[in-house]
């Protein structure tokens, strides 16, 4: 399991997380793009994980971009086959789980808290998005931007 100062784009956007709480400085988009460089090339079925564990602390420190920050590990998962909300949120959820051995990616303390407290009373939210998700897919992903 990769912990964050591990890896030189997960440890940089620790430092942004951890200035951000502080004093958030930078607009949507520089916040967004922050995320996004952090991602790196993986199966979608672990991409899913670590895109919950990236984007967990990103969803309590601005709440109003979580349906934008939930597209990543959303997407992932439609790609391997699931479209239903409360798996999606379960999947959420393990990744917040230490001891489970299939997380790739542990996430930061903020997080977890996100993903355990916050994320199972967004179902609306994650259904909205898996639709939004199957659209863009039989569209043929007009607009491939994740944000």
């Excluded at 997380?17 to 793009?33: G, H, K, Q, S, V």
């Excluded at 199966?43 to 971009?65: K, N, Q, T, W, Y």
């Excluded at 990616?105 to 996100?114: A, Q, V």
């Amino acid at each position: 399991m990769r912990e964050w100062s591990s890896m030189e784009r997960l440890d940089r956007l620790s430092r942004f997380y951890e200035l951000d709480a502080i004093m958030p400085w930078a607009n949507d988009a520089t916040f967004l793009a922050a995320i996004r460089q952090t991602f790196w090339s993986t199966s979608a079925g672990d991409f899913v994980g670590c895109a919950f564990a990236i984007i967990a602390p990103g969803c309590e420190l601005r709440p109003h971009l979580v349906p934008k920050l939930l597209r990543a590990p959303i997407r992932a998962a439609v790609a391997v086959g699931v479209e239903d909300a409360a798996r999606i949120i379960a999947w959420g959820v393990a990744c917040a789980d230490q001891t489970n051995p299939l997380v790739v990616l542990r996430p930061t303390l903020r997080g977890e808290r996100w993903l355990r407290d916050r994320l199972p009373a967004l179902t609306a939210v994650v259904r909205q998005v898996v639709q939004e998700t199957l659209h863009w897919v039989a569209a043929d992903f007009p607009g491939d931007d994740l944000w």
